[in-house]
């Protein structure tokens, strides 16, 4: 098989791998500037699992893939270019330019690469925990908080970190537990002890095997041993 030529002739000054909210950000300003941009945008984006973002100025409430399409409306005013493609390499040549290759087999050329790739959530392997993310299994209260206020949550612990994370989503809601999971009570110190214990977090040991749901909704979680807890949202 003959390796994809790379397209020099229509070179671009700058090719941005990610077609998210802070890629075509970066795009928006590129193109005002007058620089011939390729935005390579594989469709994945963290915040797909949403319904809606919010605590976006002007935008809250607004669906996550709605807030995209206007961004690739924008970016096309300007002349910036957009490929549904994945960029799977990128090397750069002896002069400091880039070679990027996408999963099609197309290799553009451009003098600058921005990376807009964003994160990729690695989720506690809990039976039917993934299918509820970003409906009633959370991951950012500031995100999520107020649409699940003064329910019940639980919070997933996944290192002694979680303790902050317990105490933080107290703002919404005053029944919290923490699993702690994968966390070992001998890893909490006496000082988290008494702050959870403070502000009325409750503390369960033992690892969680699965989330319980009910009606489309999450009722609480499983453990190991056996027993369930009900909780109304769970957060990660």
């Not at 993934?130 to 019940?152: K, N, S, T």
């Amino acid at each position: 098989m003959e390796a994809a030529e790379t397209d020099r002739a229509g070179a671009y000054e700058v090719v941005v791998v990610g077609g998210g909210a802070a890629g075509l950000s970066a795009a928006l300003v590129l193109g005002r500037a007058r620089r011939r941009t390729l935005v390579v945008d594989a469709g994945e984006p963290r915040n797909a699992p949403s319904a809606h973002l919010q605590g976006f100025l002007s935008r809250d409430g607004m669906p996550p893939a709605e807030l995209l399409a206007v961004g690739r409306e924008e970016i096309a005013r300007y002349g910036v270019e957009l490929v549904r493609d994945r960029a799977v390499d990128a090397v750069r040549d002896a002069g400091g330019e880039f070679d990027v290759t996408l999963a099609a087999g197309r290799t553009v050329h451009a003098r600058h690469l921005v990376v807009a790739t964003g994160l990729e959530d690695e989720l506690p392997k809990v039976v039917g925990l993934a299918g509820r993310f970003g409906r009633d299994v959370l991951h950012c209260p500031y995100c999520h908080g107020w649409e699940v206020r003064d329910q019940a949550f639980g919070v997933l612990a996944t290192t002694a970190l979680s303790v902050h994370q317990a105490l933080m989503v107290t703002q919404w809601s005053k029944d919290v537990t923490l699993f702690l999971h994968e966390v070992d009570e001998a890893e909490l110190s006496d000082d988290d002890l008494r702050r959870l214990a403070a502000a009325g977090v409750a503390v369960v040991p033992g690892r969680v095997t699965e989330v319980v749901v009910e009606d489309d909704r999450l009722t609480g979680v499983r453990l190991a041993d056996g027993t369930a807890h009900a909780r109304e949202a769970l957060f990660v």
